[in-house]
């Protein structure tokens, strides 16, 4: 992981990045460092009087490090002495500029308290000051000092990224921010963390969540309005093309300097499929491969070695298929429409084969060049008739209620022991990675689709971008370019890991020690995309895309229920998806 560090890190604002973030990380090891020792001499000097300044200071901190609200209320009651006192310190605090007030309500009669940028950098350089004085007493180096992280970590702090902290002005927005997702998991966990960023860019937020289908209609609906009902929409990748060319998105570089999101920190797929023309239409709120999740410990005990081949992932899925006993080999998306759309666009890669003319270049094809005039559907091909075949293969060794599964309910089944194995994105491991009671919890591995004969391992990047619309009121343009930096960091980023999330667009997030520790899943998609099996062109961006995901979806649904054959199968969907493009 040193290489990516070093590669992340290699541009002038990489490098300040990097110098802000190891500072942040070491303040809550001082702040912690510092209390104890003050609840120490405390113990010693039976007759000293509790340091009011200090114990208000320190719980501010402690307060806007993890991104919660704290009130003068708290703050008093965090002082150690008498009221009075406590309001008096407190005041001296703010009068020496140490701490500001801003208004909660609009009425203004409620404030929440805040530390200032002159008390920040007051503890940013206390931390450094501890740090020296530890080495010159304790007679170790800096660097030994600083892995030993204040006896909190042995890690090195420099890779640890601190909380998000709340902006320098509260954003300006009438109504408050208004966002529109998806109902997925890492969307529900920025629901459940709303207050912390509320309390971080200054305003309230309104968020709506849509399944995949609706969103998409609800995004194109509120770009036909005059003014936009949203600041930032969701987006998932596959649609970028179609939004950026009927004006759904504005450019990201109409909105901010995009040097700001500090780009070479994302992963390359998810970063370029953000892209339409050359230019960014969305940031990654989350990088989420469609990967093998299979069991290891099942694995392990019938001496199988994990499936890197399609041959070999029939042949596991037959060994493990035993529906007298209520297991089955393995679950996918089958569903007709959309689901079994994407799976098959996801099967046709693993055999090598785009669904559009895509230029072949190293690693896979060319993507980020579908905007060109001459695409054509590739769907009737030699390659795409194995995929049928495959899948077709699948059907025996999958549960009986196969045809109905989707992304969720390919899922649970192999989170409750019932599955050997099953597609999934990384963004669902929360079914079984944080439920101690699933038999899948820390038996789980992740691997690239297995390939087919002329094919190569990939993980088809997944998940969503969330982007500015074209038709934002002029008067909120910048504050919600504000809000959509502070969403997308990798301050929140980890946060929303520390919160269930299993989606990690960033290399720095992805090489957090923190992050490391919670999931193997990190190390996983790090290591995929070192390799270049993270990809993003089995599902190109082109505008039509959405309606060829639904046709391929609807006539290969037809073939897995037997009413088609697959060469008929390939025909219609070569020929509808013909249509769609002309």
Known sequence: MGNIQKENFSSPSGMIRKGVVAEQAALPAALAFVDT?????????????????????????????????????????????????????????????????????????????????????????LADRILRLCTEAGGITEKDAREYYF???????????????????????????????????????????????????????????FSIDRLRTEALRNAERRISKYDIIAVDLPWI?????KGVLAPLDTCLDTDRLDPPDFHTAGWMAAHW???????????????????????????????????????????????QKGRFGIAWNAARGTALGHQFLMTCADFGQPIVNLDRIAGGFAADTAHRSDIVPTINTPLALDACEFLLSLMEFSPPDILSMSWYERVRPYAAGKIAMAYGYTLLAPYFERDPSSPANGNTG????????????????????????????????????????????????????????RTAPRYSVGADPEVRRISPIFEAVDAMSLRDELQYWPRPPIPQIAEIIEICGQEL??????????????????????DALK
């Open 277 to 323: 023309g050359g230019r960014a239409y969305g940031v990654p709120s989350q990088t989420t491969p469609e990967l093998l999740f299979y069991r290891k410990d099942l694995f392990a005990e019938a001496g199988l070695e994990p499936p890197d081949t399609t041959d070999k992932l029939i042949d596991a899925a037959r060994h493990f298929h035993a529906p």
């Open 151 to 209: 006896g909190a970590s042995y890690v090195p702090a420099s890779q640890t990224i601190a909380p998000p902290q709340v902006l320098p002005e509260p954003l300006q927005l009438g109504g408050g921010l208004r966002i529109l997702v998806h109902g997925d998991p890492t969307f529900m966990v920025m629901e459940n963390l709303k207050r912390q960023f509320e309390q971080i860019i200054g305003t309230n937020i309104s968020q709506r969540a």
């Open 241 to 245: 093309g179609e939004f950026a060319e």
């Open 37 to 125: 020792l003050c609840a120490e001499l405390d113990t010693a000097l039976e007759i000293s009087d509790p340091n009011a300044h200090f114990n208000m200071v320190s719980a501010l901190l402690k307060a806007h490090l993890s991104g919660k609200i704290i009130t003068a209320t708290m703050l008093i009651s965090a002082s150690g002495v008498p009221y009075a006192t406590a309001r008096r310190k407190l005041q001296q605090l703010q009068e020496c500029g140490f701490i500001e007030q801003r208004a909660r309500t609009r009425s203004g009669r409620s404030f929440s308290l805040h530390p200032t940028e002159r008390l920040m950098t007051n503890w940013r350089q």
């Open 446 to 501: 992740y691997l690239p689709h297995p390939a087919g004969p002329k094919g190569q391992p990939v993980a088809t990047v997944g998940g969503y971008v969330m982007g500015i619309p074209a038709n934002i009121a002029p008067e909120r343009r910048a504050a919600a370019a504000e809000a959509l930096i502070a969403f997308t960091s990798p301050e929140a980023q980890k946060l929303y890991i520390l919160n269930g999330s």
């Open 557 to 578: 649904h037809d073939m897995l229920r037997g009413i088609l054959s697959p060469r008929d199968a390939l025909r219609r969907a070569q020929s509808r998806a013909e």
